[in-house]
């Protein structure tokens, strides 16, 4: 009986060794999201935003910011880690998760929000694109774009978080 187990019992310790020493030593550092909108005045219409409208924003149920210009957000691809934890935390729920509800809305003439390759990507659409808002890691931001939410530890929240770690 116990030859008949050894095998078994030897592949478990090998996928759980593989399991504990795979793993990057940060793995519990979950990066800080900012939500931002561009720097330019003339292309951002809000410096604000209350942590309750972004969902709405990214479900494309509120569509107008307050002054009338028509809300612009953008997604990182599918697969991008900050994607997932976006949507796990503003949407609750994986981009996978959200096909059939896009499919349905696409009928309706509601697009979904944009999708960009890359933070950069996201950045540089922020920056130049009236009513547009986005998410970035917070150690990303620079001079073009400022943020006005940011999600913390699963939580999203308008407070400027104590310290970043950046690398």
Request: charged share 20%.
């Amino acid at each position: 009986m116990l030859r008949s187990i050894l095998p078994l019992l030897s592949v478990c310790i090998s996928l759980l060794a593989w399991g504990l020493f795979s793993m990057p030593a940060y793995a519990d550092e979950v990066p800080v999201i900012a939500v931002i909108v561009s720097n330019n005045a003339d292309i951002a219409p809000v410096n604000s935003l209350a942590p309750n409208e972004l969902r709405l924003i990214y479900w494309r149920k509120k569509e107008y910011w307050q002054g009338g210009q028509r809300m612009q957000p953008a997604n990182l691809h599918a697969e991008h880690p900050l994607r997932l934890l976006f949507s796990k935390v503003v949407l609750s729920n994986l981009p996978k998760a959200q096909t059939d509800y896009w499919n349905e809305l696409y009928f309706h003439g509601i697009r979904p929000p944009r999708s960009v390759q890359s933070e950069e990507a996201m950045i540089r659409y922020v920056a130049d694109t009236k009513g547009s808002i986005g998410y970035v890691d917070a150690c990303h931001l620079d001079s073009r774009v400022q943020s006005i939410l940011w999600i913390v530890q699963g939580q999203i929240t308008a407070d400027t978080p104590d310290h970043l770690s950046c690398k």
